[in-house]
């Protein structure tokens, strides 16, 4: 055992667009539309040198409708959207402090410890499969990235994003997502937490 114990809280927020009425899709939506918080702790040599993975800490499952006339150009996007709560004081490149053990003679862990993995059976994202990091609080990480070329349901290939669900088309409409996090030994021990949204939303 070591002396050091740190806690690293993430809170995933799986939201839809509905600010405004669809232009080409009859619905746009994230299935659950709930809050996921996962919880890690640090408190010995493993975990701090080896980090610690969840997989499956998320489902994205999507659900977008035609129109009742269909609508050729009915597309989407999905993207993640990292949050450090700077309004709070935070540094741009950090997880945000929630309770510091001990008088923090090291660093706080900086937001690239995260690492964030997205997976589905048709890899149907680009990143699929690759753990990728974050560096600044507001970056985003596209899943499937928007304004591409519409690719119809069941080609089960990249960047799938024409109108289907995860019930007829699961392969391609369901994402899991995996987090790992490797500390280092000169942060600060204590409790920090970072938001990840789920930003799912029709192509203009």
């Given at each position: ?28 939506e994230i299935i659950p539309n709930t809050t996921v918080n996962s919880l890690l702790l640090f ?126 088309n699961y392969d391609e409409f369901n994402f899991d997502i995996d987090i790992r996090v490797k ?5 600060n021990p204590g409790i920090y937490q970072l938001n990840i949204k789920f930003h799912l939303e029709?192509?203009?």
């Amino acid at each position: 055992m070591i002396s050091k114990v740190t806690f690293f809280s993430l809170i995933l927020l799986l939201v839809s667009n509905f600010i405004e009425a669809q232009i080409h899709c009859g619905l746009v939506e994230i299935i659950p539309n709930t809050t996921v918080n996962s919880l890690l702790l640090f408190d010995n040599f493993t975990s701090y040198n080896g980090g610690i993975i969840i997989n499956s800490v998320a489902k994205i499952r999507v659900k977008v409708e035609d129109k009742v006339i269909p609508d050729p150009l009915c597309s989407w996007s999905l993207t993640m959207i990292i949050n450090n709560n700077p309004g709070g004081g935070t540094p741009l490149s950090e997880w945000e402090q929630l309770n510091l053990y001990g008088s923090g003679l090291g660093i706080n862990p900086p937001i690239n410890a995260l690492e964030i993995r997205v997976r589905n059976i048709c890899t149907t994202s680009p990143m699929d499969g690759v753990f990728q990091t974050f560096t600044n609080n507001n970056d985003i990480i596209d899943i499937i990235a928007a304004l591409l070329p519409v690719t119809p349901a069941g080609s089960c290939t990249d960047n799938v994003n024409g109108s289907g669900n995860y019930l007829t088309n699961y392969d391609e409409f369901n994402f899991d997502i995996d987090i790992r996090v490797k500390p280092n030994f000169t942060y600060n021990p204590g409790i920090y937490q970072l938001n990840i949204k789920f930003h799912l939303e029709e192509n203009p």
